[in-house]
C-alpha cells in the first residue's frame, strides 16, 4: 500500500514524514514538493491513495487531482488543505474524495487514510474500483432535479422544501453528506441524513453547490439505457421508507433511510451491461452493493450507511446476528422487490415472526 | 454596501435632503427681496410717516421672523455638511474593510500552513518524550541495581529493547529539527499576526513622519498569499531614505491595493502562476523634496481605451467579487487630496504597468496644501 502526499511547503511534509514513522504505520509514505514531482512520481509508482494541498506555485492541487482522476482513477483522492473559503471546499469535493482541513493531527490523517485503503479491500477487482473513481457525481432523476433547480433559483425556497425534494434522490442525498461529512464542515458528529444536511450547510452553499459547481445533475447523457433511473430512485425511497419504519425503536431510523435509499447506487455506476449479463444476478447485484459502498465510503459517509449497503444483499457478512442495520436494509430491499428473505437467516437474526409486520408497513 | 447615518440616512438621501435645503434657502431669500421691494415701492406711492412706520414695524416682524428661519435652516445645512464629510471617511474606512476582507482568507492560509507542521511536530514530541522517558526509566533501574551490588542481565535486555523501540537514533536526529522547525512556524504565524496588526492599527488623521521601509514590508507581508504563488516580490528601498510624513494607515491602503492590482494582472498572464512566476518591484527613495514610491509588475499592462479611467471610482476590468472598482479611485484621493502628493502610471502592454507615487517630504499647511 503507498500512499503519495503533495505539498509544496517542505516543513508540512517534514513534520508528516517523522510522524508517520514514529507512528509505525504499515503503508509506505512518499513525498513530492509539488505538482510536476507528484506526476512524475504517479508515473513511476502504484500508489492507493493520493493526499494533496490546494495552493500550489505551478500546477495547484485542483489540477493534480484532476489529473489523477483521469489518469489513475484508481488512487483515492483527498484534499488537505489550509484554505478556509467554502467556495475551495465546495469545488474541492468533486476532484476529491474527501477533504480535510489544516491543521490536520496525524492521527487523524492516518485513521482516514486506513480507512480508505480498507474500502479497497471491500472491491477486490480493479476495473471496478477505477470505474468507481471517476465518478464526480450520480444522475438524478429528471424530475426532482428540476424540482431542485426550480427551489434554488428561488429566494423564498425554505429548508423544508430543499430537504422534501433532496431527501428523494439517491445522488443528490448522497453528495450533499459526502460534503457534510468532509471535515471543512463535519465538526464532532457524522451526519447521516439529509435534514442535519442542510441544517449544517445552509442553503446559500447548497445553491453553490447546485448552480455553481455543477455537483448535481439530472439523468441524461450520462445514464446508461439499461437502467431507469427514475425507477430506480422510486424503488430506493420504497426501500429508504419502509428502512426507516422498521428502524424505529431499533436502530437509528435516519441512517436507516439513507441506507436504503443509496443501497442501489452502484447500478448508477457500473452501468456496462455486457459482463453483467455473463454473470448470475445475484452475483451482480452483490457487486452492486459493493461498489456503490465503495463510492459511499470515498466520500466519507458515516460508516454504519457504508457497511449497511455493502451488505444488504448479504447481512450475514455483518459479524452480528441480530436486527442491525444492515439486516434492516436486507429485509426492506427483499420485501420491496418481493423477494422472500431467507427464513434460516431470519431465524438466526430472531426475526422470523417480525416478517408479516414488516410487510404491513409497506405501502 | 449601504452607509447610514444617525438619522438613518443614506449617502443619497442625505445628499437630496441637501438640495431640498438649500433650494428653500433660495425660496426664502426671495421672498425677503419681495418684501423689501415691496416696501419700497409702497414708500414712492404713499408716503405719510405714520405709513412707513407702520410698514417698517410689520417689516422689523417678517425680517426677524425670517432671520431666524435661516439661522436654523443654515445651522441644519453645515449639520448636513459635517455628516457628508464624516460619510467620505466612513467611505475609506469600509475599502480597507473590504480589502481586509478579501486578505482574511488568504491570511488564515498563511496561518494554516504553519499550524499543520507545528501540529504535527508537537504530537510527534509528545510521543517521543514517552519513549524516551521509557528508556530512561529502563536505564534508572540498572543504574540503581549496579549501586546495590549486581545488574541482572535481564535488566541490560530490557534497557536494549526499550531503546530500540524508541527509535533513539532517529529520535536524536529528528527532535531537535521538529522543535527547531516548529519554533520557525511560531515565529511565522506570530509574523503574520504583527503584521496584520500594525496593518490595520489606527493612526490618527495626522500626517507624522513614519518610516516607509517598514510600511511596505508590513502590507507585503499581510498580503502574501496574493502574491506568493503568482510571483516574486523584490524591495528596493533606499537605505537614506528619511521618515516620510504620512497617513500610515492610508498609505498601507494604498500600497496593499496596487500590490494586490500587481498580483492580478501577473495572475492573468501566468494562467494563475502555472506557466511562470512574476516579479513584482517596489522601490523606494527620496528624489528633491520628495519621496518616491514605485510598484511595477510583469503583467499584461493596462489597455490604451481603459488609461484614462483608471483613477475612476467604480472602474473595474476585475471579475465580480474581485474587485469593486475602488481601489486606485481611493489611491488617487489618498496621495493627492490628503498628502498633496501626485501618483501616475507607465504602462505597456504585453510588459506591465508601473506606479509612481510621489509624496512631498514637508507638510504644507492646510491653505498651502488646497492651492495649486
Known sequence: MKVLFVDDEPHVLEALQRSLFQL????????????????????????????????????DGAALLEHTRDKYPQIARIVLSGQTDEIAAIRAARVAHQFLVKPCGAETLRRVIERTLELSAWLNDDALRAQVGKVERLPSTPRLFAELSKLMDDDTATVDSVVRVVRQDPAMSSKLLQVVNSSFFARSSNVSDVRTAVLRLGLKTIRNLA??????????????????????????????????????????????FMSGLTCDIGELIVTDPTPAEQTEPTQRAITHAKVGAFLLGLWGLPFPIVEAVSNHHTPEQNPYDRLGLPQIVWLSSCLVHGVEPDPDYLARIGASNLVTEFQGMLE | MTLTFNHGLTIEELSLKLTVLERKLRAKEKTIRVLIDRVDNAGSERSSAFWVLEQNIAMEAVVANRTAELREQKERLVGALDELKGTQAKLLQAQKLEAIGQLAAGIAHEINTPAQYVTDNTSFVRRALTSVFAVLDAATAVVEAARAGAVPPEGIAAVDAVSKKAKLGFLKQQLPLALDQSLDGLGRISGIVQAMKSFSHPSGSERRPENLKEAIE????????????????????????????????????????????????????????????????????????????????????????????????????????????????????VIVDKHGGTISFDTEEGRGTSFLLSLPLAVETETAAAEP
Request: proline share 4%; aromatic share 6%; hydrophobic share 45%.
Open chain 2, 218 to 333: 508590513t502590507t507585503v507581508a499581510v498580503a502574501r498569499n496574493e502574491w506568493k504563488y503568482v510571483a516574486e516580490v523584490d524591495l528596493q528601498i533606499d537605505p537614506d531614505l528619511p521618515l516620510v510624513p504620512v497617513l500610515r494607515n492610508e498609505f498601507n491602503q494604498v500600497v496593499l491595493n496596487l500590490v494586490v492590482n500587481a498580483a492580478h494582472a501577473i495572475s492573468d498572464v501566468t494562467a494563475g502562476g502555472a506557466t511562470a512566476k512574476g516579479l513584482i518591484t517596489i522601490s523606494a527613495k527620496r528624489v528633491g523634496n520628495a519621496a518616491e514610491v514605485r510598484i511595477t509588475d510583469t503583467g499584461g499592462g493596462i489597455p490604451m481605451a481603459h488609461r484614462k479611467r483608471v483613477f475612476e471610482p467604480f472602474f473595474t476590468t476585475k471579475a465580480v467579487g474581485k474587485g469593486t472598482g475602488q481601489g486606485l479611485a481611493i489611491a488617487y484621493s
Open chain 1, 211 to 256: 448552480l455553481g459547481i455543477g455537483a448535481f445533475d439530472a439523468a441524461g447523457a450520462l445514464a446508461n439505457s439499461a437502467i431507469s433511473v427514475e425507477k430506480l430512485q422510486q424503488r430506493s425511497l420504497k426501500i429508504a421508507r419502509l428502512a426507516s419504519r422498521i428502524a424505529t425503536g431499533r436502530d437509528d431510523p435516519d441512517a436507516a
Open chain 1, 24 to 59: 509505525d504505520v504499515e503503508w509506505e509514505p512518499s513525498f513530492a514538493g509539488n505538482g510536476a514531482a507528484a506526476i512524475e512520481a504517479l508515473e513511476q509508482d502504484a500508489f492507493d491513495v493520493i493526499v494533496s494541498d490546494m495552493r500550489m506555485p505551478g500546477m
